[in-house]
Nanobody, 114 residues
């Protein structure tokens, strides 16, 4: 059973930066770890993906502000968010797909407001 530990959310002002962390346990090295987010009243959307093989993925609208990284050889992934905007307000979830099953973290809240 995959278990996630997410951290780093909080209340920010526009223009500030924040780094989210996610560590998965209970499994061997995961092929892919992702960050999703769900804003109030909106569908959950992919923010970034870090596969062990293949290319990193960042949502087009977030390129240049958001960056994903992963500790080598570990199930720990980070999401660096820069120049935050009010529209980045959302619950951010760690995710992986393992043997065809989606696994989600509990989410960490990011609130951006002046």
């Amino acid at each position: 059973q995959v278990q996630f530990s997410e951290s780093g959310g909080g209340l920010l002002q526009p223009g500030q930066s924040l780094r989210l962390s996610c560590t998965a346990s209970g499994v061997n090295l995961l092929d892919r770890m992702d960050w999703y987010r769900q804003a109030p009243g909106k569908q959950r959307e992919l923010v970034a993906s870090f596969p062990l093989s293949g290319s990193l993925t960042i949502a087009d609208s977030l390129k240049g502000r958001f960056f994903i990284s992963r500790e080598s050889g570990k199930n720990t992934v980070y999401l660096q968010m820069n120049n935050l905007k009010p529209e980045d307000t959302a619950v951010y979830y760690c995710h992986t797909l393992l043997y065809g099953t989606d696994h989600w973290g509990q989410g960490t809240h990011v609130f951006v407001s002046a």
